[in-house]
């Protein structure tokens, strides 16, 4: 599918140290006017598909918080880097299957992509079988898009009472726009969803839209591209 996203994916810098500066002044520069402050956001570096010498430079740069879209992915790269540096928040972006629950909450240290009541259960038990409670965003599908995961906008306010009923610490609400159109909308939709149901965070915005997310309220913003370059190939 073509990206016509009206801000395609602006990489700028020579290294990961100029590129991670880049992303930050841009952050920095829309909290102002929205009257917020730079440290409210989360900067999450997206590293699916990239390796640990991609990784390094951002880590030796400063970035802490990393994102990845699969389990398995995760276990294979992170704990090496981990022995270095030991401060890194690990953030699951991708849809998780409930067979990979107990090794999520093991290695994770917040989940983007609670989605169901199936998988609700499932990290209710691995949470309390490992002692260990890890926050969770609900990922909603704000663009009511059959292709995409997510829980249904009317079914979100029941996965929030299930999730407080089971003792899963709630981060806030995670979204992906619809590609195609204008993601402001459905960024200023998702924050009304939060504050209609007492949630403070708000995960979204990837690099082609970030900036807008920030204006609207983000809280965590999850970025590739900009970071790393482009993936694949
Ligand atoms: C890959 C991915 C991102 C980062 O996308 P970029 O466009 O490369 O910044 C953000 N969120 C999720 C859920 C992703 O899968």
Redo the contacts with the bound molecule.
Sequence with gaps: MKNARPNP?AIRGRNAEERLANVRENIARMCKPARREPEDVTLIA?S?THGAEAIRPLLEAGQRDF?E?RVAEAQDKWPGLREEFADVRLHL??QLQSNKAEDAVALLDCI?SLDRPSLLKALAKAMDKADRRVPCFVQVNIGDEPQKGGCAISDTPALIAAAREADIPLAGLMC?PPAEIEAAPFFALLAKLAHDNGLAGLSMG???DYETAVQLGATHV?????LFGA?GG
Excluded at 222 to 226: D, E, K, L, Q, Y
């Design positions: 994916p997206v699916k994102g879209n972006v991708g983007h992906i990837m690099s082609g999850r970025v590739g591209t900009a993936r």
